[in-house]
């Protein structure tokens, strides 16, 4: 699962048309099959999730950590830092796709 990394500052990332525009710019991407963004929100981290048609359900990943939304556009909220969430968040998404070729 191809991914990339782009920097905003803290006061663009305050802002939730911010993020919204920028999950939905990861997610035009041809190569991701899946596009997270990941935003600290006090002792929490706020993940945005966007997937592509016939690809991975967004509510499938996001629901293993108590969040939801639409198939092709979900978020979640999960106790911990970044450095915390970031790994289980994407072995999951990467187990995801993973069983989506067999």
């Known amino acids: 699962m191809p991914a990339s990394s782009t920097r905003i500052s803290r006061r663009q990332a305050r802002s939730r048309p911010t993020r919204e525009g920028i999950i939905d710019l990861l997610a035009q991407s041809e190569e991701a099959d899946v596009a997270?963004?990941?935003?600290?929100?006090?002792?929490?981290?706020?993940?945005?999730?966007r997937t592509k048609p016939g690809g991975v359900d967004a509510t499938v990943l996001t629901g293993v950590f108590g969040g939801g939304g639409h198939a092709r556009a979900a978020g979640a909220t999960i106790a911990g830092s970044v450095e915390v969430a970031r790994p289980a968040v994407l072995a999951e998404a990467r187990r995801l796709v993973a069983a989506l070729a067999r």
């Open 36 to 49: 997270i963004v990941f935003k600290e929100a006090g002792p929490a981290t706020r993940i945005s999730v």
